[in-house]
Nanobody, 128 residues
Framework: QVQLVESGGELVQAGGSLRLSCVFS????????MAWFRQAPGKEREFVSA????????YYADSVKGRATIFRDNYKNTIALQMDSLKPEDTAVYYC?????????????????????WGQGTQVTVSS
């Protein structure tokens, strides 16, 4: 069974940076597209970023484009999300997600319903 464990969430000041990590286990990492979502209090879970199985394709929400970079390490079975110029509106629980793929041509999607597996989340709080 695939397990995802996030880490790296913390309290940071606006304008600061942080790096979230997600460790994948229990499956073949290179047969999974990976993504980050977030959920702020009282709001729906929303897409942040995604990466294809090879790392060759990456996607970002407009709200983080230019401030976030997703990394994928297929040797360490991990993904990371580097976020810079943090804003108070980035405050949320950040979740790692995985989707098993069956074709090398499958990249990644922004739809949270597409993903099969979820981590427990890591809290990011940005103070103004």
């Amino acid at each position: 069974q695939v397990q995802l464990v996030e880490s790296g969430g913390e309290l940071v000041q606006a304008g600061g940076s942080l790096r979230l990590s997600c460790v994948f286990s229990g499956g073949t990492f290179t047969r999974h597209a990976m993504a980050w979502f977030r959920q702020a209090p009282g709001k729906e879970r929303e897409f942040v970023s995604a990466v294809s199985w090879s790392g060759g394709s990456a996607y970002y929400a407009d709200s983080v484009k230019g401030r976030a970079t997703i990394f994928r390490d297929n040797y360490k079975n991990t993904i990371a999300l580097q976020m810079d110029s943090l804003k108070p509106e980035d405050t949320a629980v950040y979740y790692c997600a995985a989707k098993k793929i069956y074709s090398d041509y499958t990249t990644a999607r922004v739809d949270l319903l597409w993903y099969d597996y979820w981590g427990q989340g890591t809290q990011v709080t940005v103070s103004s």
